[in-house]
């Protein structure tokens, strides 16, 4: 079983930067080098969207065209795949970045875009762009 526990929201101006924390807890049997793990958001009102995603190893990222050079992603595994730690930067923040973030995990090899396929969610985590 995956759990995962998002954090790191809050308060942002236009401009500024944020850096949320995706921990994710695995087992012998879910060694977390196997999950993909994608950063989703909703604003209210709207669909659920990707905005950054890492496979397993780190060696493949995906960002929408939108947000290309805006967030970046990275993770950090602990050697027994146990735990994995996922940061999604964000850097020059507009309000229209305000939304519940959430991470989710997938056991596959590639990222994908689409929220259905993700058997596995955080909590979910505000972030707020405010001036």
């Known amino acids: 079983e995956v759990q995962l526990q998002a954090s790191g929201g809050g308060l942002a101006q236009p401009g500024g930067s944020l850096r949320l924390t995706c921990a994710a807890s695995g087992s012998v049997f879910s060694r977390l080098n196997y999950y993909t793990i994608t950063w989703f958001r909703q604003a209210p009102g709207k669909e659920r969207e990707a905005v950054s995603c890492?496979?397993?190893?780190?060696?493949?990222?995906?960002?929408?065209?939108s947000l290309q050079g805006r967030f970046t992603i990275s993770r950090d595994n602990a050697k027994d795949a146990l735990k994995s730690t996922v940061y999604p930067q964000m850097n020059s923040l507009k309000l229209e970045d305000t939304a519940v973030y959430y991470c989710?995990?997938?056991?596959?090899?590639?990222?994908?875009?689409?929220?259905?396929?993700?058997?596995?969610w955080g909590q979910g985590t505000l972030v707020t762009v405010s001036s």
């Open positions: 989710a995990a997938d056991y596959s090899g590639q990222c994908s875009n689409k929220p259905l396929i993700y058997d596995h």
């Open positions: 890492i496979t397993g190893g780190g060696d493949s990222t995906y960002y929408p065209d």
